[in-house]
């Protein structure tokens, strides 16, 4: 794996690519909004991630242990970590600090992993995208499109990661028709995060083309 292309699990951080581009993660959510069952399962790429409260799973399946405790927020931590300890999918995850949604991200910036990542679940109080979106690699300032999945729409926000901190973003927000929306909701950079949520007044839909400006 090249110095450019290296993700730090620990501290989330991407390494920006040297030939001064900026990179962004594909990415993908997974939302869980109660109790999971024994026996129900994550399908990222190749590995099935089976919750598990009896010590027995599935042959080949990996065991996500969620003995003693089934609610959302802990099923989450624990397939958080079993997803960051394969490492086999070319995904990493981020627990979810509401306990609810989990970001799924492309391990290489620019890896326009949603080809071949399989996404699945079979969790009754649970719900997956169909595909990651794609990454992307271009010279600031970077110009990103895209409509956001239903998920996104539920969670009400929508992210984007970065191989590098941003200083600043413009958000437009589009019909279908190109007709400007006045979305008023809040953008927020935690390091080389951006998210942006539905908390005003005029929120952006799944038809709705989202555009975003992205400056170093």
Do not use: C
Not at 100 to 126: P, Y
Not at 169 to 197: P, Y
């Amino acid at each position: 794996m090249s110095h450019q292309d290296h993700f730090d699990r620990n501290t989330h951080k991407g390494r920006a690519l040297d030939d001064g581009s900026l990179g962004v993660f594909a990415n993908a959510l997974l939302q869980i909004t109660g109790v999971v069952v024994d026996g129900e399962t994550v399908t990222v790429g190749a590995e099935v991630y089976e919750f598990d409260d009896d010590a027995s799973v599935v042959a080949g399946n990996i065991l996500v242990d969620v003995t003693g405790d089934l609610t959302a927020a802990n099923a989450l931590a624990k397939l958080t970590l079993a997803i960051n300890a394969s490492g086999k999918s070319g995904v990493r995850a981020e627990d979810p600090v509401d306990g609810v949604n989990m970001d799924l991200i492309a391990q290489k910036a620019h890896d326009n992993v949603s080809a071949n990542v399989a996404l699945a679940e079979t969790i009754g109080n649970g719900a997956i995208d169909t595909a990651m979106q794609f990454g992307k690699k271009g010279t600031p300032p970077m110009k990103l499109t895209r409509s956001p999945s239903a998920l996104e729409v539920v969670a009400g926000r929508m992210k984007w990661f970065f191989d590098r901190e941003v200083s600043a973003v413009q958000v437009h927000v589009r019909t279908t028709a190109g007709v400007v929306k006045a979305w008023d909701g809040g953008d927020g950079f935690n390091d080389t995060e951006v998210t942006l949520d539905n908390g005003g007044a005029v929120d952006w839909v799944a038809t709705d083309r989202v555009t975003l400006d992205a400056v170093l």
